[in-house]
């Protein structure tokens, strides 16, 4: 699970916009980019090309 402060201030590294955290897969989402970012051992990997489209 990740801290709720992180959760707080974390962006999208695309567009700078708001992340969903869905917490059953444990990733963070981005709407607007269609981009999911993966999180591994409590650390989001907010790398752009490593990210899942969808």
Do not use: V
């Amino acid at each position: 699970m990740i801290d709720e402060k992180l959760l707080e201030i974390i962006a999208c590294p695309k567009c700078k916009g708001d992340l969903e955290y869905d917490q059953g897969k444990n990733r963070l989402i981005c709407n607007d980019c269609r981009l999911i970012y993966r999180i591994e051992d409590d650390i989001p990997i907010m790398l752009i090309d490593e990210a899942e489209k969808f």
